[in-house]
């Protein structure tokens, strides 16, 4: 019988969030870890590239899609694997609004393809409490608000209004339902806006930086005045340790990083923190590249967490504030321009040229 949290299955590990989960476990707890990743544009080896050389033993990485069944089944079984914690989607409110096709595909029907396997899994061994299928999830699904509502809680109804939202909402619904009607170990996570090392350059955050160092213009949506709450990633990877350590099976937790700030307020922060840090940029001041652009449709206006219940529950908080995270992660892409040049290729200019025009 397993003591559980020791043989993990990490989905989309080679993505942003899962390549930080992933360096994050192995380097506080050790165990063994199977990252299974389809590499699509947004998922990169290179993001694990030290881990595989620091931890050749505990790190397996396969290639390979979420929706492959017998492929998952292989690796549950052949692994022994006693937690699933499923970063793998598509993610990008951009794209999806381009071609909604691979979010159904990838977050709803995968996203069954894999609570599918891991349920025949949990019975084969006996329905053991010990195992865990963690769904990673966002605050996306919850909708809208307005400047003045109160955040977003546990119990706010879903009202998506994205193709990805509403993709990650309907997997949010499967992976209840597995809890509810089979009693399957399952967990929910909801988290507000990520930002830090690793991030693809197609979200607001890395794309602005990657802009910066390549003088060129910095778009914001409409009158940049919607508003996001921002969590570094490290502090979201350290929630969902403690969620998986000490949450009771079925239940769910909003994630966020108490950072509510418009999208201009928070350019303008990262330029001026730019201008600081870097010698050479080919544009300054960095505010001069702000450019305002046609908005998003659909644009949702505002989203905000309430952490209470995580707080009040497993005593976690975010530890690293707006300022802080953003300096780290600024001074990441000046150190790692052999991460992020390589990523700028045909394919990312053809989707920056249909998104931007
Ligand atoms: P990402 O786009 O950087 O990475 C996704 C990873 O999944 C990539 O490595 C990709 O190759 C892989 N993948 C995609 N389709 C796959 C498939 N069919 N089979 C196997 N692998 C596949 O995404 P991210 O920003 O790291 O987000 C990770 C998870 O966290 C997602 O579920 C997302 O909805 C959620 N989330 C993200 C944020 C955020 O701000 N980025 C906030 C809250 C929740
Ligand atoms: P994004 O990073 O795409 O995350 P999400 O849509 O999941 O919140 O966008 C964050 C905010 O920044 C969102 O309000 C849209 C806005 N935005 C811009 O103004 N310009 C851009 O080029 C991008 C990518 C986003």
């Known amino acids: 019988m397993t003591s559980g949290l020791q043989r993990l299955l990490i989905t989309g590990g080679a993505g942003f969030i899962g390549s930080n989960f992933v360096r994050h476990w192995l380097q506080t707890h050790h165990t063994p870890v199977v990252v299974l990743d389809a590499l699509t544009y947004a998922g990169n080896r290179a993001n694990l590239g030290d881990l595989e050389a620091a931890f050749p033993e505990q790190l397996t990485f396969v290639q390979g899609d979420i929706g492959d069944r017998p492929l998952v089944d292989s690796l549950l079984q052949k692994n022994n694997i006693d937690t699933l914690v499923h970063f793998a989607a598509e993610s990008h409110?951009?794209?999806s609004i381009l071609g909604p096709a691979p979010f159904i595909q990838t977050n709803v029907v995968g996203t069954f393809t894999l609570l599918e396997a891991f349920y025949h899994h949990w019975q084969g061994q006996g329905q053991p409490d010990q195992l865990r299928f963690h769904h990673v999830s966002t605050d996306e699904v919850y909708g809208s608000l307005s400047p003045t509502d109160p955040a977003f809680t546990e119990l706010t109804p879903y009202a998506p209004n994205s193709p990805y939202s509403a993709s990650k909402a309907s997997s949010d619904h499967l992976v209840r339902a597995y809890h509810h009607t089979y009693g399957l170990p399952t967990l929910i996570t909801n988290c507000s806006n990520n930002y830090g090392p690793y991030h693809f350059p197609e979200?607001?955050?890395?794309l602005s930086i990657v802009n910066m160092l390549l003088g060129k213009a910095l778009p914001i949506y409409g009158d940049g005045q919607n508003v996001r709450d921002w969590l570094y990633v490290v502090d979201h990877c350290?929630?969902?340790d403690?969620?998986?350590?000490?949450a009771q099976p079925g239940s769910t937790y909003n994630i966020g990083g108490n950072a509510e700030i418009s999208n201009l307020?928070?350019?303008g922060l990262l330029c001026d923190q730019m201008d600081a840090l870097a010698p050479d940029l080919p544009v300054r001041p960095s505010r001069d590249l702000i450019t305002f652009?046609?908005?998003r449709p659909g644009h949702d206006r505002r989203y905000a967490m309430d952490i209470r219940?995580?707080?009040q529950d497993l005593g976690w908080s975010p530890q690293v504030t707006l300022e802080m995270g953003l300096r780290q992660t600024l001074q990441w892409y000046l150190n790692h321009p052999d991460w992020w040049q390589p990523l700028l290729t045909a394919a990312y200019q053809q989707f920056y040229q249909e998104i931007y025009g």
Request: charged share 35%; hydrophobic share 50%; net charge positive.
């Open 309 to 311: 219940k995580i707080h």
């Open 265 to 267: 307020d928070l350019i």
């Open 203 to 206: 979200k607001l955050i890395p």
């Open 93 to 95: 409110v951009d794209r």
């Open 293 to 295: 652009v046609s908005d």
């Open 242 to 246: 403690v969620v998986l350590h000490r």
């Open 238 to 240: 350290r929630a969902i």
